[in-house]
């Protein structure tokens, strides 16, 4: 039996706002919060809550499954979300999203060169070609289209894409749980915890005022948990047990449009000719890959839940 078509059509707007507006929400609560930390405690707090959700329902685990791995594929993805977090400080949140786009590029390469899959179809390396334009023209000197971005911050997120599509990419190389909330929070546990270890080590903490945090900070990071990273979550899921993977992925290419649209409504960010021109070489190299690479993609059983939160938000 088919699914309501409303229902499809709901959670597929879920995912498309939802994790396209976690840029927005991230640029707000890193007004007050320290940057490294709030990843660790949001995908610690999630994953939490994910592993008492697995516990909850009681599926069957007839095998143990390691963690260690996972802690290194979590560790991987938290540390992605935390370039974005610590790069809003200094790029607008709609260039993050839209150099977070640029996550796909880094796994289909990955998943050819390291795991010596199937060589990219021809309209793939096509869009591999326009992402690569698209960032360039991005982060390029001024005499491509006028001011750059700031280099640091944009570094910094494309460090963090490629940390996230490693783990994205050596997650499927290790064995699951049953339960995918428990592969879930086993890895959002794991990051979280070495994340936020990492920010305090950095001195997050030490420079952090209490007194200073503001309402948008706080609600911002209960949004990211409770919707960003939960509902947004649960959406995905339901769509990948109910419709094709291809359409599922849509997000990765409708992400960064809401993130630009959002960020300039409420947070006065600056839709720059640069940023125009550069995002639509980045939304169209995605949407290439997505379409034309979707016979390389696992089935729905296989992947691993954790694999797609916040992608490409967020990560």
């Not at 879920?14 to 940057?35: C, K, N």
């Not at 993050?96 to 390291?114: K, N, R």
Request: with cysteine.
């Amino acid at each position: 039996m088919s699914p309501p078509r409303s229902r499809v059509l709901l959670a597929l707007a879920s995912v498309w706002l939802i994790w396209g507006s976690t840029y927005l929400f991230m640029r707000f609560a890193v007004e007050t919060l320290p940057p490294v930390a709030l990843a660790g405690v949001r995908y610690f707090t999630a994953g939490v809550i994910l592993w008492w959700l697995s516990r909850w329902r009681a599926v069957p685990e007839p095998r143990a499954v390691p963690w260690q791995g996972h802690a290194i594929v979590g560790t991987l993805l938290t540390a992605g979300n935390a370039s974005v977090a610590l790069a809003v400080q200094r790029i607008p949140s709609g260039a993050a999203a839209l150099l977070v786009g640029m996550t796909p590029c880094y796994m289909v390469l990955l998943e050819w060169l390291w795991r010596r899959g199937a060589r990219p179809a021809a309209g793939v390396v096509a869009g591999l070609a326009l992402g690569v334009a698209g960032t360039a023209l991005l982060v390029g000197p001024r005499a491509f289209a006028g001011e750059p971005l700031d280099p640091v911050g944009a570094g910094t997120v494309l460090l963090g894409s490629a940390a996230w599509a490693i783990g994205s990419i050596y997650s499927r190389t290790l064995p699951r749980h049953v339960s995918a909330l428990r592969t879930s929070g086993v890895q959002m546990v794991a990051g979280g915890a070495v994340v936020l270890l990492a920010g305090i080590l950095a001195g997050d903490l030490a420079r952090f005022d209490p007194s200073g945090v503001t309402f948008r900070s706080a609600a911002s990071l209960v949004y990211l948990i409770l919707i960003g990273s939960l509902l947004g979550y649960s959406s995905y899921m339901y769509l990948l047990g109910v419709t094709s993977a291809a359409l599922a992925s849509t997000y990765a290419f409708v992400n960064p449009v809401v993130a630009v649209i959002l960020g300039a409504l409420f947070a006065g960010e600056v839709l720059t000719p640069r940023m125009a021109a550069a995002g639509a070489l980045i939304v169209l190299a995605v949407a290439m890959i997505t379409l034309f690479g979707r016979e390389q993609r696992l089935p729905p059983k296989r992947r691993r839940a954790g694999d797609y939160l916040e992608v490409h938000e967020a990560p």
